[in-house]
């Protein structure tokens, strides 16, 4: 953790308090030497985050997790590992293939390790979450279940006379007593649950904020230092499924002709979780690896004959079963291609429509209505729209959909609506007070959008992540996300599109030809096609990435 008071002064005997931690030089500053710091050359390139922006939780500390006094140093090749100079002669005499830490930490944010660390831990986030919705539902089951229990025993207790109401005494004791006994063990379980989703948590709010603002070393000692804990959480996570039962009581009356020595008893019933863990290196073995597709230039192949006039094309979307949808604002139709790219029919809207997207996972897209506060629901496999529903929020201009949610831009701010397009909750853009022209939502949960000439990247608090401007970029319209997490936005008025690094750098520009007035464009599914609504939106062009 940085320190409180400016380390550089403290060693001068001076105690300010520090405002800025360097990611380099592991040190806090104060405003005087910040400024010192920026402008000596040996320090002007070093990265400097404000104090109050580092989480209480994230190691940093670059020294042995063994000899702490010493800094890593060493990574051997061969165990994976990193070491400082103690650990050397001690465990690695004989190791031949071994590098330093500066040398092997280069560009370590972009290897597959990084990318295996955060997906182990989004994993264990994934998995720890089930497990602890598991529990819950089971300890609302239990609930439900003694209520109605207890229901079934006074109905059965009308039914014998008063004498026996000490077995019905005896009986309720043993309700309570099973019901103890199994809930006590539940919230055990929800403890230790709740614990490994803190210890994970922490990691993954730690790798978020290396990934963002530390260095390639402190990622490079992140993913290594951490290997064991991550280990440690996944085998406590697997011992706990293990030994987690979903616990059911049923109330079983008894009947006897002759004389009743008891109403019934409490059985109860124990079955195997239904959450199975998969360990994630067995996971990762069983699970092909798919190479992630990055586009470097795209080349014209044809344009789609519609069968019918386009007049301004707006938005276009691809469904899972690869059924183009393209919205025309003029002429308030829905055209419909099959995955050859041949015409197969269209709709009509009652309203001017602007932007259209396929929600993930169904058959279903969501298409909203230009400059006013309406949403329409289109079955893609009957290829006719399902129903209006209005947002009463205000008006609506850019779409995205998720897996749970629907996405809707409007003046300084966006809507979450559920798939039903019932109102969930409102982001508050920060210092934004136009319109969100598209949307689109990353895998990690952020949105990105476009507004004017300019492209913002948010998380889904509204927290601010980046902010992308050109001289190049001019209307930025329509913007797409591959799944390498590159995000390509396409400017109308600069006529290109502009490939950015999730953290928003500029990586390249695309398509400088073949592109007149562009309004909006979409990828295919297997990213192997890219659909532009070229000429102002009267034609859709086709492009094959590459």
């Known amino acids: 953790m940085a320190a409180k008071y400016c380390e550089p002064c403290t060693a001068r005997g001076k105690t300010p308090t520090a405002l800025q931690w360097c990611t380099e030089c592991e040190e806090a500053l104060c405003s005087e030497c910040t400024e010192v710091h920026k402008v000596q050359k040996v320090s002007r390139s070093h990265h400097l985050v404000e104090i109050s922006k580092i989480p209480s939780k994230i190691p940093l500390s670059q020294n042995c997790t063994i000899h702490q006094h010493l800094p890593f140093d060493f990574f051997f090749v061969d165990h994976d590992v990193i070491c400082c100079k103690e650990c050397l002669p001690n465990d690695h005499r004989a190791c031949k293939n071994v590098t330093s830490i500066d040398i092997a930490s280069k560009s370590s944010k972009q290897s597959q390790?990084?990318?295996?660390?955060?997906?182990?831990?989004?994993?264990?986030?994934?998995?720890?979450?089930?497990?602890?919705?598991?529990?819950?539902?089971?300890?609302s089951r239990i609930e439900l279940e003694e209520s109605k229990i207890r229901k079934e025993i006074a109905k059965a207790k009308e039914n014998v006379i008063k004498r026996l109401e000490s077995l019905e005494k005896s009986l309720l004791k043993q309700l309570t007593e099973l019901k103890d006994k199994y809930m006590t063990a539940i919230k055990r379980q929800e403890k230790e649950i709740g614990e490994l989703v803190t210890a994970t948590e922490a990691r993954k709010e730690a790798i978020k904020f290396i990934r963002d603002h530390g260095s390639e070393k402190q990622a490079f000692i992140s993913i290594h230092s951490s290997k064991p804990i991550l280990d440690d959480i996944e085998i406590n996570m697997i011992q706990l499924t293990k030994s987690v039962?979903?616990?059911?009581?049923?109330?079983?009356?008894?009947?006897?002709?002759?004389?009743?020595?008891?109403?019934?008893?409490?059985k109860l019933k124990e079955t195997p979780c239904s959450v199975s863990m998969v360990p994630y290196k067995q996971r990762q073995s069983q699970v092909p690896v798919v190479s992630k597709r990055h586009i470097s230039s795209l080349t014209h192949l044809y344009d789609?004959?519609?069968?019918?006039?386009?007049?301004?094309?707006?938005?276009?979307?691809?469904?899972?079963?690869?059924t183009l949808i393209i919205c025309d604002a003029?002429?308030?139709?829905?055209?419909?291609?099959?995955?050859?790219d041949a015409y197969l029919s269209s709709i009509s809207s009652s309203h001017q429509p602007w932007d259209i997207t396929a929600i993930p996972g169904t058959t279903t897209a969501v298409m909203y209505c230009k400059s006013i506060p309406y949403i329409q629901l289109i079955d893609i496999d009957r290829q006719q729209i399902l129903k209006q529903v209005e947002v009463k929020q205000g008006e609506c201009w850019g779409v995205?959909?998720?897996?749970?949610?629907?996405?809707?831009?409007?003046?300084?701010?966006?809507?979450?609506?559920?798939?039903?397009?019932?109102?969930?909750?409102?982001?508050?853009l920060k210092n934004i007070d136009h319109?969100?022209?598209?949307?689109?939502?990353?895998?990690?949960?952020?949105?990105?959008?476009?507004?004017?000439?300019?492209?913002?990247?948010?998380?889904?608090?509204?927290?601010?992540?980046?902010?992308?401007?050109?001289?190049?970029?001019?209307?930025?319209?329509?913007?797409?996300?591959?799944?390498?997490?590159?995000?390509y936005v396409l400017g109308q008025d600069s006529q290109n599109i502009h490939k950015l690094t999730s953290s928003g750098t500029l990586e390249d520009i695309l398509l400088k030809n073949n592109l007149s007035e562009p309004l909006a464009f979409c990828f295919s599914k297997d990213l192997a096609k890219c659909y532009i609504a070229n000429d102002g939106g009267s034609k859709v062009s086709v492009f094959k990435t590459e």
């Not at 109330?251 to 409490?266: P, Q, R, V």
């Not at 789609?304 to 690869?322: F, H, P, Q, R, Y």
């Not at 992540?465 to 995000?487: C, E, G, H, K, M």
Request: one cysteine or more; a negative charge; aromatic letters at 10%.
């Open 113 to 139: 390790s990084f990318h295996d660390y955060e997906e182990q831990l989004s994993f264990l986030s994934e998995a720890l979450e089930k497990l602890k919705n598991n529990r819950k539902e089971n300890s």
């Open 245 to 266: 039962v979903d616990t059911s009581l049923r109330f079983l009356e008894k009947h006897s002709k002759e004389y009743l020595t008891d109403i019934g008893s409490i």
């Open 400 to 428: 995205a959909a998720t897996k749970e949610n629907i996405y809707i831009g409007s003046k300084g701010k966006i809507y979450v609506l559920d798939l039903r397009g019932n109102f969930v909750r409102t982001i508050h």
């Open 304 to 322: 789609i004959d519609m069968k019918e006039n386009l007049a301004v094309v707006t938005g276009i979307t691809v469904s899972d079963n690869n």
């Open 435 to 487: 319109y969100v022209n598209y949307i689109s939502v990353c895998s990690n949960g952020n949105i990105c959008y476009s507004s004017n000439n300019e492209v913002q990247c948010i998380t889904s608090d509204g927290e601010p992540v980046f902010s992308y401007t050109s001289p190049d970029l001019r209307d930025a319209r329509a913007i797409q996300i591959d799944d390498a997490s590159n995000i």
């Open 330 to 340: 003029n002429t308030q139709k829905v055209y419909f291609c099959d995955e050859n």
